[in-house]
């Protein structure tokens, strides 16, 4: 059965998958690899979150990140996606989440709040000719996109900046009143220049404006919402009133978004497959109770730097779940979006696109995945377990030995020969991973993983030999009592 064929028993017409790019971007070749696997498992359409990716050009261009891609390579993926009928959406932050823009000490000025660089300050009209030199620049480079993603969730300190302080002193002036304006003003910058193109808002800063408010704002009229939810028991009822006060209020189009990896931890190395599945199959439960036609899609977000526990990401956290990592995850949950569930022969699809025989167990053929698992269960462990369990280093070499260097010589014969083996073992895998994670991730994003998951195991590992190595060495007597 095709794609389209499926599509029209599935509540959810457009499937994007959300590629998060603020973190460990894939380079250009990798998604020539997966673009064709997401069509094949159902997807129809990519949400792109270019953040410092975006070769932003001019007075701009100081937002660029090293490996930025290049207009040619921009270019390259949309060809890609068209080729795999995959429909973009760029995505571009123009209130909350500003912390790629705002960090910058030139633009710093146009910080809420002068401390944090979360959120943009709606008073200045600077910060309305930034985020639309932004938009300017992605959408020319995306020529024809039916919908632009304009962010405007997790607005934190709105209303806490001076400029704000005394505007909310003026009779009849809300914080919900100054988030809207804004969201107004970028939504009819878009529909100006470009009113083809259709923008999107996460709906959260949405959610508790009052139907009237939330009417009388014109605000209905120019956007469409974004309903997301990434957890394992969301509120299925709570979900489909919601969606109900939104058709109310106006809105002729809504969106649910979902996850297939991040947002359960922000250094989460391994993806919890169970709990993204649960999280999917309940926005099946609420597109059936939700008002009829008014779901426009579902986008499968896929945060590469998670959301701490009042943000959905940061800017400036760890890297998470790498995208390879998360594709068994997004298999199980688009192919259950499209089949209605997870029955056995939905399971026995899923292994069969990912090549493998059983999602039970790790015998993954990707490289990245499968050395990627094998560290995640295994490094740190080994080493504790030689560390803090084995008897010969707890009983003859603990801490009190190694500050002082003290170890009988015959345990050093004991211990030395398996630290020594275990540190060659991991050296070797993590010499393969670092070749495969090469041939997908640029260079920094390499450097960065193998920092925060695998080298304080290995420096463990190595610490301990350097202490063994030197309370072996000959010295004077004196140097070695207590």
Not at 41 to 61: K, Q, T, V
Not at 188 to 201: M, N, Q, S, Y
Not at 285 to 301: E, N, S
Request: aromatic share 8%.
């Amino acid at each position: 059965m095709k794609n389209s064929e499926m599509s029209r028993s599935s509540p959810f017409k457009m499937r994007l998958v959300h590629l998060d790019l603020k973190g460990a971007p894939p380079k250009v070749s990798y998604l020539s690899e997966v673009f064709p696997l997401f069509h094949a498992l159902g997807a129809n359409g990519l949400l792109l979150e270019y953040e410092d990716m975006f070769p932003y050009e001019g007075h701009l261009r100081l937002l660029r990140a090293k490996h930025a891609y290049s207009p040619p390579e921009i270019k390259e993926i949309l060809h890609l996606a068209t080729l795999n009928e995959l429909e973009v959406i760029p995505l571009v932050q123009t209130f909350g989440h500003m912390e790629f823009v705002l960090k910058h000490e030139a633009l710093a000025h146009l910080r809420e709040v002068a401390l944090f660089p979360n959120t943009l300050n709606p008073h200045e009209a600077e910060s309305l000719a930034l985020v639309g030199a932004m938009i300017s620049q992605v959408m020319e480079l995306h020529p024809g996109a039916r919908w632009l993603h304009v962010g405007c969730d997790e607005v934190y300190y709105l209303g806490e900046g001076e400029a704000s302080r005394r505007w909310l002193q003026q009779e009849h002036n809300t914080k919900a009143r100054l988030c809207l304006s804004h969201i107004k003003a970028v939504a009819c910058h878009v529909l100006a220049r470009h009113p083809a193109t259709r923008p999107l808002v996460w709906d959260d800063m949405l959610r508790a404006i009052p139907e009237d408010q939330l009417s009388a704002s014109g605000v209905p009229q120019l956007v469409e919402p974004v309903l997301w939810d990434y957890g394992a028991d969301l509120d299925i009822h709570g979900k489909a009133l919601l969606m109900e006060k939104y058709r109310k209020c106006g809105f002729l189009r809504l969106w649910a978004a979902s996850a297939f990896k991040g947002a359960t931890g922000a250094s989460q190395a391994l993806t919890p497959i169970e709990h993204h599945l649960r999280n999917n199959m309940q926005w099946l439960q609420v597109a059936a109770r939700g008002p009829a036609d008014m779901l426009q899609g579902i986008v499968l977000t896929g945060w590469q730097r998670d959301f701490a526990p009042f943000e959905k990401y940061d800017h400036f956290s760890v890297l998470c779940e790498l995208l390879p990592v998360g594709i068994p995850s997004l298999a199980v949950c688009l192919q259950s979006l499209l089949h209605g569930g997870f029955a056995e022969d939905v399971k026995a699809k899923v292994e069969n696109f990912l090549g493998i025989s059983n999602l039970e167990i790790t015998d993954f053929t990707s490289d990245i995945l499968a050395l990627v698992t094998h560290v995640g269960l295994h490094l740190r462990s080994s080493v504790d377990t030689l560390l803090e369990r084995d008897r010969y280093v707890t009983g003859w070499f603990s801490p009190y030995h190694r500050r002082r260097k003290l170890i009988h010589p015959v345990m050093v014969q004991h211990i030395q020969p398996q630290a020594l083996s275990l540190l060659a073992r991991w050296s070797t895998l993590v010499q393969e991973l670092e070749a495969a994670l090469h041939r997908v991730f640029y260079p920094d994003t390499v450097e960065e993983w193998l920092e925060e998951n695998v080298q304080p195991s290995l420096r463990r590992l190595q610490g301990l030999l350097q202490d063994l190595r030197e309370a072996a060495s000959p010295r004077p007597l004196a140097a070695q009592d207590p």
